[in-house]
């Protein structure tokens, strides 16, 4: 057991950071590594594809989006399930499929099987944001919620940059074999299910499900006998479903919640996964490698972010700023009229900087502003609608591209992100200083 070097009564919000929750902070945040190596990934097999099978401009951005939609269709249950049954049983579950999808698109037979497989794959990484998110949440004191849920954004771009290291030095080793370079994200996903057992259920989850001795003694266990935990709530007090949340107390919150992550991500992942191609187009030599070094970039904002900043700079600023300078990046690439050099190198590498960095609310927010009782179900809703979001970008900028020209995407892309700014500065609110319970009524009514 990990001893607390304080011993008077306090709640889990005003706990001093102990071993258990550094220990926790990685165990969860191998769930986002796994995601964004497996997402990324393809960013790499991709090109290899195109012209293994022949795919046209439609095809390549369906197989690019095919992750993202699966992505869509597991937040929105997994969220679901884990407010119903809690966070435990699906934490390593969906470890599981990571690993058994990841071998399975190795041996993919054809096109739809790899799609397939793609689409179920996206489906476990959809399951793990709502659950380990919130999983997160419930147990990290105040102090270190905010950069812990933001680390976990930290770990999906190194993962997401090693799938692009990995990928490329693959594609060196075994030049034109897609299989291998999608099959190793089987590697990480064996891995992380082997450290997730035996981790506890979340002592919140218990205690609002009416388990409060099985709460109050994870909570002796793991963090102390002196912390104290809310009272259960009584046996007749309904449970909150689906339904509950679109109505007048938390719709204001969802459409928040929604509306920034969404346009946070749309662009994003249209332009990571097919940042090879925008660069090709826009007559840059060694298009993959330079794509490999404007992705390494992504840690510039997501480190300084995890490591604190995200107090000291508040939710609300970090934000509005970073959609603000991404949208500048971006017109500057659209508006740029000559051929791919070092300028747009440096344009797109300040884009997935602040995009990394504003990237980090999207596990903050959702989680913050939302009770314990429906959590994991408005997490969930709110990744899928932003993995939809996501998906018809991924699926569109090629097409787009094709029909009007790489420059007016990023046109487009743009102004998406002047749209994410205004809704910031009119609706994100603030809550650095707020405990959970005070954080989750800060955008109810």
Not at 98 to 116: E, N, R
Not at 349 to 361: K, R, T
Request: proline content about 5%; glycine content about 10%; aromatic content about 12%.
């Amino acid at each position: 057991m990990q001893e607390q070097p304080q011993t008077s009564p306090c709640l889990i919000d005003d706990l001093k950071p102990s071993g258990f929750h550094l220990r926790l902070a990685l165990v969860a945040g191998g769930g986002p590594f796994c995601d964004g190596y497996i997402l990324g990934i393809i960013g790499i097999a991709l090109p290899i594809m195109v012209k293994d099978f022949h795919l046209s401009g439609n095809m390549t951005g369906l197989l690019g989006a095919s992750s993202l939609f699966g992505v869509l269709l597991g937040g929105l249950g997994g969220g679901i399930i884990s407010d119903r049954l809690g966070r435990k049983r699906l934490y390593t579950l969906n470890l599981l499929m990571f690993a058994i999808c990841s071998c399975a698109q190795y041996f993919a037979g054809s096109l739809y099987a790899l799609l397939f497989w793609r689409l179920l794959i996206g489906m476990a990484i959809g399951a793990d944001y709502p659950i380990a998110t919130a999983y997160v949440t419930e147990f990290m004191p105040r102090v270190w919620r905010g950069p812990v849920l933001s680390g976990l954004i930290t770990f999906w771009w190194v993962g997401y940059i090693i799938s692009f290291i990995a990928g490329y030095l693959l594609s060196l080793y075994f030049p034109d074999n897609w299989r291998i370079i999608l099959g190793s994200s089987l590697v990480p996903s064996a891995l992380l299910m082997l450290f997730r057992i035996g981790m506890p259920e979340s002592p919140r989850w218990l205690m609002q499900a009416g388990r409060a001795e099985e709460a109050r003694a994870v909570v002796r266990e793991h963090l102390g006998a002196h912390v104290l935990l809310d009272e259960p709530k009584p046996a007749d007090t309904p449970r909150l479903s689906f339904k509950h949340l679109f109505q007048t107390r938390y719709r204001g919150a969802l459409a928040f919640v929604c509306a920034f992550w969404i346009l946070q991500s749309a662009p994003s992942f249209a332009i990571h996964t097919l940042q090879a191609p925008i660069l090709e187009q826009l007559r840059m030599g060694n298009s993959l490698l330079a794509s490999c070094i404007v992705t390494s970039f992504t840690l510039l904002g997501s480190v300084p972010v995890s490591l604190g900043l995200i107090n000291v700079m508040g939710r609300r600023k970090l934000l509005i700023g970073s959609f603000a300078w991404g949208a500048i990046a971006l017109f500057f690439v659209g508006l740029y009229p000559h051929p791919a050099n070092w300028f747009i190198i440096v344009a797109f590498i300040i884009y997935s900087a602040v995009e990394a960095a504003g990237s980090g609310l999207q596990f903050v927010y959702p989680n913050e502003l939302f009770p314990t009782e429906i959590r994991g179900t408005a997490v969930g809703f709110a990744s899928s609608a932003s993995r939809l979001g996501a998906a018809m970008g991924t699926v569109l900028l090629p097409m787009g591209t094709i029909q009007f020209g790489v420059h007016a995407m990023m046109l487009v892309a743009a102004m998406l992100l002047t749209l994410g700014a205004a809704i910031s500065w009119r609706w994100a609110p603030e809550t650095a200083t707020l405990n959970l319970s005070e954080a989750s009524q800060s955008l109810t009514s």
